[in-house]
C-alpha cells in the first residue's frame, strides 16, 4: 500500500519540481538602458535616462520568459534634450517631492507577476511597479531574445501621487499641461 501510494505521488512530485525550474539571468546595468520620454498636450517633449541599480530576468530552462525584477536608481535621472540652465532646473524639478520624491524614494521598483507568450518571442507582461511608495499594476509586451529583451512601457503618473501639471486635476493650465502618461522604452542586456 505504501509503494502504491509513493508510486502514484511520485509523477505529481517530479512535475512540481519541473514546473518551478527556472534560470536566474542578471541583467547587465552598464549595457542596458532607460530611456524616459514626457510630453506636454501640445506635443512638446522632453526625454532622458534613469540608471537601473538591480535587475534581473527569470527564464524557463527552454528560455521562455517567466518573471523578474527591477529596480531603479531614482537619483540617477538625467534629462537628455536640454542643456545648461534649463537642463539643470528640469532634473532638479524631477527630483522634487512634486514630482519623484528622489530624497524620500530613492527607488523604484518593477516586479513581474504574471507573463502570457504571444508567439515570436514576444511576451504580454504584468507586473507590479511602485513608484513614491505607491504600487500599481502595469502591462505591456516584452520581446526576449538572446541575451536581450526590450519594452516600451506607458506609465499614468497620476497613479502614483504625481499630479503636477495635470490636467486631471488643475484647470486652467493651457500649453502647461503635461500629459499624465510617460513613456520608458527599455532595452536589457543579459
Known amino acids: 500500500m505504501k509503494n502504491r501510494i509513493l508510486t502514484a505521488a511520485a509523477p505529481v512530485l517530479i512535475l512540481t ?30 526625454t532622458g535616462n534613469i540608471q537601473l541599480k538591480e535587475a534581473y530576468l527569470n527564464l524557463s530552462e527552454e528560455g521562455e520568459l517567466i518573471g523578474g525584477e527591477f529596480v531603479m536608481n531614482m537619483n540617477s ?42 508567439g515570436n518571442n514576444l511576451y504580454e507582461v504584468t507586473g507590479n511597479l511602485t ?19 526590450t519594452a516600451t512601457v506607458s506609465i499614468d503618473r497620476t497613479k502614483y501621487g504625481i499630479r ?8 486652467n493650465l493651457g500649453d502647461n499641461t503635461i ?10 542586456r543579459f
Open 17 to 46: 519540481t519541473l514546473s518551478f525550474t527556472s534560470i536566474k539571468k542578471e541583467v547587465d546595468i552598464k549595457a542596458s538602458t532607460v530611456e524616459w520620454t514626457g510630453k506636454k498636450i501640445t506635443g512638446a517633449s522632453h
Open 77 to 118: 535621472i538625467v534629462v537628455t534634450d536640454l542643456t545648461g540652465e534649463y537642463k539643470t532646473k528640469l532634473e532638479n524639478h524631477l527630483n522634487d517631492d512634486d514630482f519623484f520624491g528622489v530624497s524620500k524614494y530613492p527607488t523604484s521598483k518593477l516586479v513581474i507577476t504574471d507573463v502570457e507568450p504571444k
Open 131 to 149: 513608484i513614491k511608495g505607491k504600487t500599481e499594476p502595469v502591462t505591456f509586451e516584452m520581446k526576449v531574445e538572446e541575451g536581450s529583451a
Open 164 to 171: 503636477y501639471g495635470s490636467g486631471s486635476f488643475f484647470s
Open 179 to 188: 500629459n499624465n502618461k510617460f513613456m520608458l522604452d527599455v532595452n536589457l
